[in-house]
């Protein structure tokens, strides 16, 4: 099945610093999904995809739908501890509905 | 987005006991699914929940093990049969992403552990 491929696996920065995490995969979607899980919370949606090329922010998050369709980045701008959580990218099998996730980002941000 | 509440929130359970989790959502919806999430892991699909009809499971996934029923469009529960150890997870659920631009929402998770 389609695989996602989400680097770096855990960030560890200084509160106030950007942060840059990817998402990569063999095959091409159709949509690119962002979630962010903090624990004991099930993942919330932070930013939908639909289009290759687009840019979409949300506040201090910026996601970009890569032109070749294969991959897709997510941007976090000056940092706050609020931000610590596990970031996954998703995206739907094969045109179905189904969603295959990437093992995540944690991130740390220290005060 | 629909609100989405799973009961119970975590559990402790015996080897070889089984639990019923069960998902209700505060609007009709379409697609129900279930996820599992083993320990630091990611989420992997374990089911489609079909109103009216039997779930769709994916590979690894069997309906002896994790049977699923869908009554309504508003509701739906998984059960996590004859316990063992390595079904120590967190099963979510989550609605949405039929048609275009509706991505899926998650319920807070179900916290299991076996002894």
């Known amino acids: 099945g389609q695989q996602l491929n989400q680097s770096p696996q855990s960030m560890f920065i200084q509160e106030g610093e950007d942060v840059s995490m990817n998402c990569t995969s063999s095959s091409i979607f159709n949509t690119w999904l962002w979630y962010k899980q903090e624990p004991g919370e099930g993942p919330v949606l932070l930013i939908a995809l639909y289009k290759a090329g687009e840019l979409t922010s949300n506040g201090r998050l910026t996601a970009q739908f890569g032109i070749t369709r294969k991959d897709s980045f997510l941007n976090i701008s000056a940092s706050i501890p609020s931000d610590v959580g596990i970031y996954f990218c998703?995206?739907?099998?094969?045109?179905?509905?189904?969603?295959?996730f990437g093992k995540g980002t944690k991130l740390t941000v220290n005060p | 987005s629909a609100v989405i509440s799973q009961k119970p929130s975590r559990d402790i359970c015996q080897r070889g006991t089984s639990l019923t989790i069960q998902c209700q959502v505060d609007s009709q919806v379409t697609m129900m699914f279930w996820y599992r999430q083993q320990p630091g892991q990611s989420l992997t699909l374990i089911a489609t929940?079909?109103?009216?009809?039997?779930?769709?499971?994916e590979s690894g996934f069997v309906i002896d093990k994790f049977p699923i029923s869908r009554p309504n469009l508003t509701f739906s529960t998984l059960t996590v049969s004859n316990m063992s150890p390595e079904d120590s997870s967190i099963y979510l659920c989550?609605?949405?992403?039929?048609?275009?631009?509706?991505?899926?929402?998650f319920g807070d998770g179900t916290r299991l552990s076996i002894l």
């Open positions: 989550s609605v949405g992403g039929q048609g275009s631009n509706q991505p899926q929402h």
């Open positions: 929940a079909n109103q009216g009809s039997e779930a769709t499971y």
């Open positions: 998703a995206g739907p099998q094969g045109g179905s509905e189904k969603l295959v």
